[in-house]
């Protein structure tokens, strides 16, 4: 496997590439004034499965050049192209809440469908949609990063009380909560716009017998975790930490979190960002692995992927 990474994500590429066995390149993105990309790809791809490695925190910014990244490695000679995006964006909007709104994320997965032969992804924001699956027309392998965040909990505070924002997190906080060994909670959420929401604290005893530490898979405007650490401050708890999987944060959000009072936050880098401090390499190669091994291939140390139904039709 040749392991092709977007320039942002080198670090966690320097990590992937020797446990999976893949020769690690990096692309060339050219900006032009105007705005349009030029993507260049380095060296022979003749027969080669290909990764590409980016994740989409801004997909609207990466979609053309993962396009033309994608169709460029098939000109070049390439056997199969996959994406790794350890974030993947465009999962929200599940369903239409209002008249004429795209349901954007079947819509996405058939976009990235048509450019990709695989997809790998980390913890991805699913709520109505049971499995990647059910969207994506192309295979689909969900990393978990539950034992990581739980195993970093353990080693860090071993007198963690978690606590989901909201009853989306439930999912993450009690499945980490159970790993690590620790109570956890729920707390309740209102939302009224994107930056404007209120959160409740529920009155438990665990609350005051541990550290705080505020789970969610996402942190984007940040106002929800801010929001709970300023209401479980007032609550009398110690300072909260906050653990999320993937660092969005929008234009100020990490600075209102800690602004509203948190201890400290950290992430994984599934998104780089100065808070990463949980690597999420190890289960990414995992599920690689398991990807591989579901598309009836033979064992091997290195993943390597099914050819395309147009090739199985040949054999």
Known sequence: MILVTFPEMRPLAEDLAPAIGADLRELDWHRFPDGESLISLPGKLDGADVALLATLRDPDRLALPLRFAAATA??????????IAPYLGYMRQDRRFEAGQAVSAPLFAQFLGQSFDWLVTVDPHLHRIARLDDVFPIPAMRAVSAPLLASWIETNLPDAVLLGPDSESQQWV????????????????????????????????????????????????????????????????????????????????????????????????TIPHSTNAIGIA??????????????????????????????????
Not at 75 to 82: H, I, S, Y
Not at 181 to 207: M, Q, T, W, Y
Not at 284 to 302: H, I, M, Y
């Open 74 to 83: 098939r000109e070049m000679g390439a056997r199969r192209v996959g994406l």
């Open 174 to 269: 009690a499945e980490v909560a159970r790993l690590a060994g620790r109570p956890h909670e729920v707390l309740r959420k209102v939302r009224s716009g994107d930056r404007s929401v209120d959160v409740s604290v529920p009155e438990s005893a665990a609350l005051q017998s541990g550290t705080p530490v505020i789970l969610d898979d996402i942190a984007s405007s940040g106002t929800t975790m801010a929001r709970a650490v300023e209401r479980l401050l007032d609550a009398g708890t110690p300072a909260p930490v906050c653990l999320v999987i993937h660092a969005v944060f929008a234009d100020g959000a990490h600075d209102a979190i800690l602004s509203a009072g948190a201890a400290r936050v950290v992430s994984t880098d």
């Open 282 to 315: 190890g289960v990414l190669t995992d599920a690689l692995r398991s990807l591989a091994a579901g598309l009836d291939l033979p064992a091997a140390g290195t993943p390597r992927l099914a050819p395309n139904p147009a090739e199985r039709t040949s054999e």
